[in-house]
């Protein structure tokens, strides 16, 4: 089993920035960060492939949020910028060693961390 643990959210006001980050226990190929805020599904946010070749991203944080990773430090970043409001939510980093490239597809991944909360307030 890969473990995966997430930092970095916190409570920011609207236009601001922040930097997720996850380190994982393992090698990995692609990851990538979802997110759930109250009371609606989780999603999709973007995706890396295993050397950073390829990325994807939901096209409601496309040109604010950039993923990123380190295999080096076996650690994935999201830098989340302008955040807004319908940003809020718990954002959960994903991993896979499957080959393959479904970027937002939670089905792709099969490891999972715990979560760490944005709250972006207007």
């Known amino acids: 089993q890969v473990q995966l643990v997430e930092s970095g959210g916190g409570s920011v006001q609207a236009g601001g920035s922040l930097r997720l980050s996850c380190v994982s226990s393992g090698v990995t190929l692609s990851m990538g960060w979802f997110r759930q805020a109250p009371g609606k599904e989780r999603e999709g946010v973007a995706a890396i492939s295993t050397s950073s070749v390829t990325t994807d991203y939901a096209d409601s944080v496309k040109g604010r949020f950039i993923v990123s990773r380190d295999n080096a430090k076996k650690t994935l970043y999201l830098q989340m910028n302008s955040l807004k409001p319908e940003d809020t939510a718990i954002y959960y980093c994903?991993?896979?060693?499957?080959?393959?490239?479904?970027?937002?597809?939670?089905?792709?991944?099969?490891?999972w961390g715990q979560g760490t909360q944005v709250t972006v307030s207007s």
């Open positions: 994903a991993a896979t060693r499957r080959e393959g490239w479904s970027p937002l597809r939670s089905g792709k991944y099969n490891y």
